[in-house]
Nanobody, 121 residues
Framework: QVQLVESGGGLVRAGESLDLTCRLS????????AGWYRQPPGKQRELVAS???????NYADSVKGRFTISRDSVGNTFYLQMRSLKRKDTAVYYC???????????????WGQGTQVTVSS
């Protein structure tokens, strides 16, 4: 019964930065981490960044060095700082609570509506 609200998306130009916010509430396990996902037009949803409850962070190769995932001290709010944005970063971005198996994050909450990020050339 986790509720998710993603915000912060918008239209930006290539090379610019943008910060996304995900707020979680409801029945959430204190052991859950979280992940940021994105779905480009006509493509499958993909994991771009995750953060373990212990703080370990992982990134997809396509965003490594450009994106940073973080959380507040309580674990109810998560952020995705994006810089040096590229056209290929254009997608609907989603967040989810995450159950980790090793270093792999598996979403364990229902998808929200996401937030649109559009990067122009």
């Amino acid at each position: 019964q986790v509720q998710l609200v993603e915000s912060g998306g918008g239209l930006v130009r290539a090379g610019e930065s943008l910060d996304l916010t995900c707020r979680l509430s409801g029945a959430r396990s204190p052991f859950d981490g979280a992940g940021w996902y994105r779905q480009p037009p006509g493509k499958q949803r993909e994991l771009v960044a995750s953060i373990h409850i212990l703080g370990t962070r992982n990134y997809a190769d396509s965003v490594k060095g450009r994106f940073t995932i973080s959380r507040d001290s309580v674990g109810n709010t998560f952020y995705l700082q994006m810089r040096s944005l590229k056209r290929k970063d254009t997608a609907v971005y989603y967040c989810s609570g995450g159950t980790f198996v090793g270093a792999t994050c598996y979403p364990n909450s229902k998808w929200g509506q996401g937030t649109q990020v559009t990067v122009s050339s």
